[in-house]
């Protein structure tokens, strides 16, 4: 895949100032993104709420392809945050915040680059908020597609005897909002409009209702 231009401006500052020379049979951190992006793409899953990957990510290279110019943290930093971008462009559930770590395998041949990830369910940031003024109540939407309803093993967990146990689903894809209805029993409108099995573009200031309550949508 083609990194957008401003990921590959960010990797690239990576490693301002350093010759030609230095990466002479070395790889490049936009390498590296794209191989890792590339792997999350291949093994993206279709779980419960639909596609899903891993969000704890090693890359493997030979030593010799890591320049030691480059500083380990800021790297996987970097990395981690391209792909989680990738991930809310793609509308990817990744159940905890992304991490990568790049370490050097001699077992790994020159020039290749070994991606391997696993789940690590944990907080992560909210993009968005359901913000209710009666009863006073805001629901952070934290994940890409984030479940809404009064289980516990939902992701926002509002607990209104109204709403079903899964009540609603919020997607985020680029930069584009929807809600799905997820067969509740008294149904989730957005300003006003009751939703079918379809998804509902959403926008800031629009009125999700469920239940009794009245949310506006707001993102981060």
């Given amino acids: 895949m083609k990194l957008a231009r401003e990921m590959e401006r960010r990797l690239e500052r990576l490693v301002d100032g350093a010759t030609a020379a230095v990466f002479r049979g070395k790889m490049h951190p936009v390498d590296m993104a794209d191989r890792l992006i590339r792997q999350a793409d291949f093994v993206v899953e279709d779980g419960e709420t639909g596609p899903e990957v891993p969000n704890c990510w090693t ?7 890591l320049p030691i110019e480059v500083d380990a943290n800021d790297l996987n930093a ?3 945050r391209a792909l ?8 990817w559930r990744i159940n905890g915040p992304i991490t990568v770590e790049v370490a050097t395998d001699v077992a790994v041949p020159r020039g290749l680059a070994d991606c391997s990830g696993h789940s690590d369910p944990g907080p992560i940031e909210a993009w968005a908020q359901l913000v209710a003024t009666s009863p006073p109540l805001v629901a952070e939407i934290c994940d890409n597609r984030s479940v809404i309803g009064r289980s516990t093993e939902s992701d926002v967990v509002v607990s209104v005897p109204e709403l079903s ?8 894809s680029g930069q584009i909002a929807t ?7 008294n149904g989730t409108f957005v300003n006003g409009e009751r939703l079918g099995a379809d998804p509902h573009p959403i926008v800031p200031g629009d009125t999700v209702t469920m ?5 506006m949508f707001r993102q981060l």
């Fill in 59 to 65: 890359i493997r290279v030979h030593p010799s392809d």
């Fill in 78 to 80: 970097e990395l981690a």
């Fill in 84 to 91: 989680t971008e990738v991930a809310a462009d793609r509308g």
């Fill in 165 to 172: 146990r899964s009540q609603a689903m919020i997607v985020r």
């Fill in 179 to 185: 809600i799905i209805d997820l067969a509740s029993a």
């Fill in 211 to 215: 239940g009794d309550i009245d949310f």
